[in-house]
Every structure is written in C-alpha cells, then in structure tokens.
C-alpha cells in the first residue's frame, strides 16, 4: 500500500466490529469506527461487519446515518461488506423482513440465512482465485448466498457451485466471515486492489 497510510472505517451499529477491528491492527492500518453521518469524513474505506442485517440496517436510520452511507457508495468510497454486509451491499435481497432496506452498491440478489440457522454455522476453506495462494479460510455463520451475481465479478465459490464472493467497482461483499478465524489475506487484498487504486 504505497502512498499516504489508508484509514478506515468500520460501521459499528452492530455485529463483529472488533474482529474486524483486530485484522487491520493485525495489518497495521488506521482505523475508527463509525456510527453517525460525520464519522465518515475522511476515510478511506469502509467495512461493513457481520451481525444482524435488519437490526443493522434500523439502527443506521435511528443513528440518521443511512443517507450517508449510501451517498459515500455511491460516490465510490471503496466498501468490504461480510455476511450482513453482503446483505446490506445488495441491491436486491430475498427473504428480506417486512421495511428491510439495504444500502445498495451491488448489483445481484442475495438471500438472507441462506445455509440455514446458527446450528447450521460451519468453517471450510475455499478458493479466491484474484487473492492467490492457498485457500482462503472461512466461517459461514447463518450466511447469505448469492443467487444471482448480476453484472459483479464473481470472486469465491464453494464447490457446489454457490456464489459466496463478489466485486462491483468499489464494493466488495463476501458470504463469509474470514475476520473471525484470523484470516487476513480478504482484507489485505481489498486495502491493496480496492482501497489503493481509489486512492491516487
């Protein structure tokens, strides 16, 4: 990451903020967390944790930062969405409850809790092919699928097929939780070909 340092937000309304939080200490990046409109002055990127997606997306009105959010998108602010995040990056979402919104960016259709419940929660290891090396460790928690990626550049797969993993310009939404087993390679990858490129 040549340049000026990157700092980065992480939207802390709800979900796994200090996992993710305990990567970017790992790979030595600027970070703060943000909950209202203003606390995304300045950055550079934005991460979208895991958590409850509906829970998510009601506290960003009652916080009055939703608008903002979905402006910085839409401006280009480069986002990493996991598991809700995905949800929330969606343009179009399946099994959505009653007024769930999402914030938009990317241009497929997920379906919410797609694996099943908590009980159906599993870790595997899969193949990213734009990252390289070995396979990508991942924690599928009451994940989403994407049923349909759209125009998005597909990223990950599992090998059944389903689509876990996808890039549209700026955004970033993966299925899965790598942050919560310690892997940092998604991140390090994101900050290099997402994060960097939007900052020249």
Do not use: Y
């Amino acid at each position: 990451m040549a340049g000026k340092p990157p700092v980065i937000g992480v939207l802390a309304l709800q979900g796994d903020v200090r996992e993710h939080e305990q990567v970017l200490d790992a790979l030595d990046v600027a970070h703060r967390q943000v909950r209202l409109a203003g606390d995304l002055d300045g950055l550079d990127g934005l991460i979208i944790p895991g958590g409850e997606s509906s829970v998510i997306d009601k506290l960003s009105r009652i916080f009055d930062s939703r608008d903002a959010v979905v402006s910085a998108i839409r401006g280009g602010m480069p986002v990493l969405g996991t598991c809700a995040g995905l949800i929330l990056l969606a343009d179009t979402l399946v099994g959505a409850i009653d007024g769930q919104q999402t914030f938009g960016g990317l241009p497929v259709t997920v379906e919410r809790n797609a694996f099943g419940g908590q009980v159906e929660s599993f870790e595997t290891v899969i193949d990213m092919p734009t990252i390289g090396g070995e396979p990508v460790a991942a924690a599928f928690i009451r994940a989403p699928i994407i049923r349909d990626a759209g125009g998005a550049d597909v990223l990950a797969t599992l090998p059944n097929g389903d689509v876990v993993g996808v890039r549209f310009g700026n955004c970033v939404g993966i299925s899965f939780h790598p942050e919560v087993i310690g892997e940092t390679r998604v991140h390090r990858w994101w900050l290099d070909a997402v994060v960097t490129p939007a900052q020249r």
